[in-house]
Each structure stands twice: as structure tokens, then as C-alpha cells.
């Protein structure tokens, strides 16, 4: 195991894991100790339309993958329109890989729960929903722990902290439907429907959650706003890059000796992330990865000193997504991979479109002929036509995102697919998968 040294440990920039390893730090008492609800009170003296200034020169992107500026979503928001606004946080965390709002709402309620009341005073919202995953339990009990706890001080409620601000904070759990972390598939749920994406325009800055102006944000960009607005937004532009400032944190999964949360200044490498991790597992090498999940296209060891930005990603062909960093080594199958996240989006698909039900249901099926030994070169073309067919074609990004792994790892992988094609590798699935696969 690999010594971080000392500039890469600076990297480290522990804004909203800082509270992480605080004994009882889901308390609010903890909370409270540790400048808890102070951002509050400072915002809550400040005009609304302030406080959306802020947050847009401070440059916070969306944390949930797209990466859109938080202060230009919060300003689309028509003000005097006689419509209640909505503010709704988006925590059906459920992409394989992504890991980082889970553990910030199961050690650090309370900061998100602030980051609500304060967007919602910005955007003059008197009802605010905190959307989470079924599966998710633990972090949902803790959730609606902190909650409760911000009404018995007032924080939540009529009146806030006499400010003549009044809000309702509610905490719903979803049914474990991936769709539901697409934004208009989760507002339909929200409202009762079956999770399915609505079509846009109309918008959700104007027609979202009962047909009235809503921001739906990530768990992550919305605890990003209780420290911007006690430190300002020089201080948060200090960490990062120019276009993509601000701290994020990296979920570091795979082949590595310590798994885990690293927060660090946006542009950090992967070389540096895994310094900070502790290196590869002894006996493993870096082949491939995610830099985002497994919707975000695989990028390969070559990659090593791409900076882990927006646009540092982008450049190199992939996105930069939830910052899930799967960490694939020598001993690890890039066909196979695709294949299990292949089952997962075909599984998950809502099946509203063509190109997302059919596509995935097809691909699935060709991947388990390759894998059985039973592939053809032809295979390796018409999976190709399936993705061009799905992409940009499908009603909402699920199916997009499907497409990643698979032209990502025939791009710098297609020697393993012609190894199970010509038989230089043993096929990893059986004949019993072929059934229905024809």
C-alpha cells in the first residue's frame, strides 16, 4: 500500500465530509456545535433574490451528474406569479457505482436539511419534498430524525426563527425505481403516478410538481449551499477549477486498497486519487474505469492525469456524472462489465420508449451470445447500430446513459470482444443463458 504524499493529501478539501467522523454527528446538537444552522441565519437576513446571486457568482454546478449551474436553475423560477413554488431534492441515489448521498444523509442529515430551507427561501417556496430511495432505510430514518428535530427547534415550520418564514419539509420514500432519479419521472411519482419521464418543454422551472414551478436539485449541490453562504463565494471558487469550482466528493470503488469518500478541490486525477486510496490492491493493475458511474462512458489507464472536472472529462470523452470512480484492474473482463451494467439498465428501463425497452432488451441478449462463446463479428456491428439507435433517440437519459459502456469499451476494448468471438478466451457464460437469447 502506497504513502500518499504530502501535496496529494492536500488535495483533500473536507467541506461536506467534515462532519463525517463527529461522535453522534446526525444529532443536531453535533450539528449545532459545528456551525450548524448558522448559514441559516445569516441567509434568512438577506433578500431572496440575494441569496440566487450568490450561489450563481459562487459557479456550484448540479452534483447529481448533469452539472448544470444551480444559480441560473434557481433563477428560472418565475417570482410573482401567484403559483406556489416547490424546491424538491432529488436522493434516489441508485446507479451502480454512485455511493456519496447515501452516507452524507446517514452521517450528516442535518446539512442538507439546512441546504433545503435556505433554497427554498430563495426561491420563495413554503413546501419542500425530500425524495429518497425505498431501499435506503438507514439514511431515510435518519433523514426524517433530523427533520423532526428542526421543527422541535424551529428551524422548520411557521415563523422560522421569527423570521416570517414559514415551510414545510416533508420526506418521502420512493418505491426503488431507477426512472426516479430522472427528474419529471420523479415528480410524477412524487404525485402519485407510475415514475415515468414527462416531455419537455414544458419545464420544471415553470410546470414540475403540480404543475407549478419547481427546482429539483441533488442531495450533494443542495448541502453545497449552507457552506457557501458562510464562506462566501470567493472562498468556494478558491477550491476547483475556474468552470468547475468548489469541492466534490469521489466514491472510489474496485480494485483498490481503500475504498471509501475522498473529497477533494474539482481537477484532482485519478493517479492522485488513487495515491490518496492507497494504491491498487497488491497483484491488480488499472485497466479500465468509470469516472462517473456506470452511465458515464469507460475511460481507460491512459487516463490517469485526466483532471476530474466538467470540462477535464468531457475533453477525454466521457462525463464527469456522480464522480462514482469504479476501478477496474488487469484481472477484470471489460465485456463482462458492460454486460452485468447492460442487465441492470435493461431491468431498470420503464419501458415508455421504443429505443430504451427494445434496445437494451436486444443488446442483453447479443452480449450473452459473446460471452457463451457463440458471438459473431457481425454482433460487434449491430450492437453498435443498437446504441446509435438508442442514443439521443430515447424519451430520457436512461437510455443514453446505457449506451456509455458499450461504445466506450468497444472503442479501447474491441480485442477482448474478437478474443470470445474467435475463441482465445473461455466463454464466462453457459449455454442455459441462451434461451430466449436468439
Known amino acids: ?190 404525485e402519485g403516478f407510475r415514475g415515468q419521464p414527462r416531455l419537455r418543454p414544458p419545464f420544471p422551472a415553470t410546470h414540475g410538481l403540480y404543475a407549478s414551478p419547481t427546482v429539483v436539485n441533488n442531495v450533494g449541490t443542495i448541502a453545497s449551499v449552507p457552506p457557501i453562504v458562510l464562506g462566501g463565494a470567493d472562498w468556494w471558487k478558491s477550491m476547483g477549477t475556474e468552470k468547475s469550482s468548489g469541492p466534490m466528493i469521489y466514491s472510489l470503488s474496485g480494485r483498490i486498497a481503500n475504498p471509501g469518500q475522498y473529497e477533494c478541490s474539482m481537477g484532482v486525477t485519478l493517479r492522485e486519487l488513487l495515491e490518496l486510496a492507497g494504491g491498487m490492491q497488491p497483484g491488480h493493475n488499472l485497466r479500465f474505469w468509470t469516472p462517473g458511474g456506470s452511465s458515464t462512458p469507460l475511460l481507460a489507464a491512459e487516463h490517469l492525469d485526466v483532471p476530474l472536472d466538467f470540462e477535464g472529462v468531457a475533453a477525454a470523452g466521457s462525463i464527469l456524472g456522480t464522480t462514482a470512480t469504479q476501478i477496474f484492474s488487469d484481472q477484470d473482463c471489460p465485456v463482462y462489465a458492460t454486460y452485468r451494467w447492460l442487465e441492470f439498465y435493461h431491468h431498470e428501463s420503464c419501458g415508455k420508449c421504443t429505443p430504451c425497452r427494445e434496445g437494451n432488451y436486444w443488446m442483453v441478449r447479443v452480449y450473452r451470445r459473446i460471452l457463451a462463446g457463440q458471438g459473431t463479428h457481425e454482433d460487434l456491428d449491430t450492437l453498435l447500430d443498437t446504441c446509435d439507435n438508442i442514443l439521443g433517440r430515447s424519451f430520457c437519459g436512461l437510455g443514453d446513459g446505457a449506451t456509455s459502456s458499450v461504445t466506450s469499451s468497444l472503442k479501447y476494448f474491441k480485442q477482448d470482444y474478437l478474443d470470445y468471438i474467435e475463441g482465445r478466451t473461455a466463454p464466462k457464460l453457459s449455454e442455459k443463458t441462451l434461451v430466449g437469447a436468439h
Open 1 to 190: 500500500m502506497t504513502t500518499p504524499r504530502p501535496e496529494t493529501v492536500a488535495k483533500l478539501t473536507p467541506v461536506l465530509t467534515k462532519r463525517w467522523l463527529s461522535p453522534d454527528a446526525w444529532r443536531i446538537g453535533t450539528y449545532e456545535q459545528l456551525d450548524g444552522y448558522a448559514a441559516l441565519r445569516k441567509a434568512l437576513k438577506a433578500h431572496p433574490d440575494d441569496l440566487i446571486q450568490l450561489i450563481k457568482d459562487s459557479g456550484l454546478r448540479g452534483r447529481g451528474g448533469a452539472g448544470f449551474p444551480t444559480g441560473l436553475k434557481w433563477g428560472f423560477i418565475p417570482q410573482g406569479d401567484g403559483k406556489p413554488h416547490y424546491l424538491v431534492v432529488n436522493a434516489d441515489e441508485g446507479e451502480p457505482g454512485t455511493c456519496k448521498d447515501l452516507p452524507l444523509m446517514t452521517h450528516d442529515p442535518h446539512a442538507l436539511v439546512e441546504g433545503v430551507i435556505i433554497a427554498s427561501y430563495a426561491i420563495r417556496a413554503a413546501r419542500a419534498y425530500i425524495y429518497i430511495r425505498g431501499e435506503a432505510v438507514h439514511a431515510a430514518r435518519r433523514l426524517r430524525n433530523a427533520v423532526q428535530e428542526a421543527y422541535d427547534k424551529g428551524y422548520l415550520g411557521r415563523n422560522i426563527l421569527r423570521s416570517g418564514y414559514d415551510l414545510e419539509l416533508v420526506v418521502h420514500s420512493g418505491a426503488g425505481a431507477y426512472i426516479c432519479g430522472e427528474e419529471t419521472a420523479l415528480l410524477d411519482s412524487l
